[in-house]
């Protein structure tokens, strides 16, 4: 049998770990790793789990690179020893802490509330899962300097997470982000973490919260008598056994929805996550059962939220009688477009408003607000950006929505993250506005197609592994930026955007302009038939990302779905053109 060489870093790590004060339950399970898989104990202590802009995010297990009690601990440690530091002249300092469905994540959570208790901070513990748009609303009606929500978002069973939010209820961002970093990389020792002292420190929160929450949601009604006028509309929905459970419905049934049929078989919130292989709205499987469900009842709309509530995933119902999964940007633009044309028609623009998007979002969104008279901001990639926008702006200007194309989306500010709750609670009315005027929400799509065009969007990922694939990832960057295409499938490059130099080029005229952004590896290419595509190296594996939006005319209904699949052939076009087929 050969031998199997275990990493330096590994050795040193696994010593430390059976010589330490750690549980005798993983010091025997390190010794069975060592005796049974050597390239298992390998991958769990290689190196240390990484702290990265958005907090922590690995498989659960044994290890200095895995997510379990002491990387929580620790991990903690750094941020209140940053927390602390940052505000050092406050009598108390208070932080908030909730949790998702995933195995482990009370145990997490409540060793968060200890770690922060023990270092003198005041802490909200939710008494069981929440959404994660909750706890971004927690710190902010608690006045906290920080939170945490203990989730793994819509990744497979075996992941955990833990994301930091500072105290405007946002996710990290600049200089925070890279600081908190910094210091939770000095936290070495078991010893160096208060572990315990903060007895009668940590809250047990619930009911409250959840009141004053869905008081906010209650303000984003437009239509309330449209809702009343189609109460019993078909509502199917699944929490695909996540946090959504707990508010979802109960919104829907605040708001005067009395038919919402729950996936019963997917209700119960459990970190296995049994009946779906993937918790994630964003792919056909997670959305199966929620369908099924729907053709059974004949209902009017679905929608489906993934573990910690912050994304949703809709399907709607077309003419034929066929359910057709929407995707992020269709959603999104639907949201913005309702949202737009009643805040206009009731009067509410005063020329201080505005939305956000991402810059791989559609420019559907853009084009709605720009129509309307509403201002449009895009920002990087990530919905802190959105919420660090919100933030810059306070006081000055007014928020109305906005989101991004991986189905995340948020009306009013008093959130800083994705909200499945009040994206829901705004679809379910959307609906009810449409069935008052005898059409459905696949009906508003279309009449928005009709009036702006039809807007359709692709993604590709070129994944490119280790050393190699790394340096001809980041060639494929400086060749797009030393000879760019001068067209992408036969139409000619108008305008070049460069998001690492922040500037703009109008291939036209000549002129640059700069780019209020910070600067990030991105490059995006617009064509004079009105395409779009943007390239993007991810910042966490090994791949490139190639974002496609396209667009065309739509002047009836019953030419959709041709021009969908002209539009999807488009997007096929323009991937050979460039050379990625």
Avoid at 58 to 68: A, F, K, Q, Y
Avoid at 184 to 207: Q, R, Y
Avoid at 528 to 557: C, H, M, Q, W
């Amino acid at each position: 049998m050969t031998q199997y060489t275990l990493d330096a870093t590994t050795v040193a790590n696994v010593k430390t770990w059976l010589e330490g004060a750690y549980d005798d339950e993983t010091k025997a399970a390190i010794r069975k790793m060592q005796a049974e898989n050597p390239e298992e104990l390998n991958e769990s202590f290689y190196r240390n789990l990484e702290f990265g802009t958005g907090g922590l995010r690995g498989i659960m297990g044994v290890g200095t690179n895995r997510m379990n009690r002491y990387t929580v601990g620790m991990a903690t440690q750094g941020l209140a020893n940053y927390v602390k530091g940052c505000f050092a002249g406050e009598k108390e300092l208070r932080a908030a802490i909730s949790h998702d469905s995933r195995n482990h994540s009370r145990e997490f959570a409540e060793i968060t509330a200890k770690v922060l208790a023990a270092n003198g901070f005041t802490v909200y513990l939710f008494e069981d899962l929440r959404p994660t748009p909750e706890l971004s609303f927690a710190v902010r009606y608690f006045h906290c300097h920080t939170g945490v929500m203990l989730t793994a978002s819509h990744n497979p069973k075996e992941y955990n997470g833990y994301k930091a939010y500072w105290n405007d209820g946002c996710q990290l961002t600049a200089p925070h982000d890279t600081n908190v970093i910094d210091e939770v990389l000095k936290i070495k020792e078991l010893s160096d973490v208060h572990w315990d002292g903060g007895e009668g420190k940590i809250i047990t929160v619930g009911a409250e919260v959840d009141e004053a929450f869905m008081k906010e949601i209650d303000k984003n009604v437009l239509h309330p008598e449209c809702i009343k006028q189609h109460h019993d509309l078909k509502i199917v929905y699944t929490p695909l056994h996540g946090t959504g459970i707990t508010m979802i419905p109960k919104m829907l049934e605040r708001l005067g929805f009395t038919n919402v049929n729950v996936v019963k078989e997917q209700a119960t919130p459990d970190g296995n996550f049994p009946t779906t292989p993937s918790p994630n709205p964003e792919e056909h499987a997670a959305m199966k059962m929620a369908v099924d469900l729907a053709k059974k009842i004949d209902a009017d709309i679905v929608f489906a939220s993934d573990p910690d509530a912050d994304r949703v995933g809709v399907a709607v119902k077309k003419p034929n009688g066929e359910w057709m999964l929407l995707n992020g940007n269709q959603t999104m633009s639907v949201l913005i477009y309702y949202l737009l044309k009643e805040w206009k028609e009731k009067g509410k623009l005063t020329g201080k408003e505005f939305i956000v998007k991402t810059i791989v979002t559609s420019e559907l969104p853009a084009d709605i607000a720009k129509k309307v008279g509403v201002k449009v901001y895009d920002v990087l990639t990530g919905f802190k950006w959105i919420g660090a926008k919100i933030l810059e702006l306070e006081g000055k200007e007014t928020f109305i929505g906005g989101g991004e194309e991986s189905y995340g989306y948020m009306i009013g500010d008093f959130v800083r993250d994705k909200d499945a709750v009040g994206a829901c609670s705004m679809i379910a009315e959307i609906a009810a506005w449409a069935a008052s005027q005898g059409k459905t929400f696949f009906d508003v799509l279309v009449d928005l197609y009709k009036e702006y065009g039809f807007y359709k969007e692709g993604l590709l990922s070129v994944v490119r592994k280790g050393k190699s694939g790394a340096e001809e990832i980041q060639q494929m960057m400086k060749e797009y930026r030393e000879n760019p295409p001068k067209e992408i499938n036969g139409s000619p490059v108008v305008l070049i955007r460069d998001i690492k130099t922040l500037e703009s080029k109008d291939m036209v005229t000549g002129k640059v302009e700069k780019i209020d952004l910070p600067s990030s590896n991105v490059l995006q290419f617009f064509t004079a038939d009105g395409n779009k595509v943007t390239v993007r190296p991810s910042g966490t594996e090994p791949k490139i990302k190639f974002y496609f939006g396209v667009k065309d005319t739509l002047t009836k209904k019953e030419y959709f779905d041709q021009t969908n699949a002209d539009l999807d052939a488009k997007i096929e076009a323009i991937k050979k053109s460039m050379g990625l087929i």
